[in-house]
């Protein structure tokens, strides 16, 4: 493990024990396609997601259960905790398109490997959009040869005829090295906001989630594999 991102993993952490937490959200997220490369084409996918900004930063997870028409069940997770050093007074914030920047960590955990990502993140001012994070990152991968990436994160509110909807998602693109193509990822749901409709407490979405990946996981397309990805997955997701 790279004592860089071990360094960065504990200092994220100890802050945390005593961060004040200004904003959680946890919500729960049902997909399901038919259209996944490298395995099964036929998926459900149940996801567990908790964001959070805290007086120390911010930080993501998720763990996603997967379940193939085969009868075949995995289990994916990451966690991306990232440390503010505007609000820890370390830098002050650079003001214009960028609000504040970032030590920024993840980690990708599943039953294969584990791997360790470190480098600096910028939250983004862009008009219209209700948050944008722009990551780049040094990727130490386990099995493979390590790599960099880049990852940009927006949410975008929108209001057709009263109704709430929301565009958001993330692109990762990696580079490739010596056992890996260089690959992209640009997952993005729009969903809309029914539980307006009864003015529940907790919020219920309904949408789409597509997916538009090249190179699947840094594996090269060819005939013989494709690993092209065009996958559209009905969604439903409730915030409580």
């Not at 505007?86 to 214009?96: D, I, T, V, Y």
């Not at 910028?122 to 990727?139: I, M």
């Not at 993005?188 to 090249?214: D, T």
Request: charged content about 15%; hydrophobic content about 40%.
């Amino acid at each position: 493990m790279s004592f860089r991102f071990l360094l960065l993993t504990l200092l994220c952490c100890s802050c945390s024990g005593i961060a004040e937490v200004l904003w959680q959200d946890f919500r729960l997220t049902y997909l399901n396609g038919s259209h996944y490369r490298l395995g099964d084409p036929q998926r459900q996918v149940l996801t567990i997601e908790h964001a959070a900004t805290t007086s120390w930063g911010d930080s993501f997870f998720f763990l996603d259960h997967m379940k193939s028409s085969n009868g075949q069940h995995s289990n994916y997770a990451e966690l991306q905790p990232r440390f503010s050093l505007g609000k820890n007074g370390w830098l002050a914030p650079p003001g214009g398109l960028i609000k504040d920047v970032l030590l920024a960590s993840h980690i990708e955990m599943s039953s294969q490997r584990t791997n360790l990502l470190y480098g600096v993140g910028f939250d983004l001012a862009v008009p219209g959009l209700k948050f944008t994070q722009l990551n780049f990152y040094r990727r130490n991968n386990e099995q493979i040869a390590d790599n960099w990436q880049a990852t940009l994160v927006w949410g975008a509110p929108l209001q057709v005829s009263g109704q709430s909807f929301l565009y958001d998602g993330f692109i990762d693109w990696a580079s490739g090295s010596t056992d890996q193509h260089a690959n992209l990822n640009w997952t993005s749901q729009l969903k809309w906001l029914a539980s307006a409709m009864w003015q529940g407490n907790s919020q219920i979405w309904l949408g789409v989630e597509y997916v538009w990946w090249r190179h699947k996981f840094g594996v090269s397309d060819s005939p013989q594999l494709r690993s092209h990805e065009n996958n559209v997955n009905l969604l439903l997701k409730w915030h409580f």
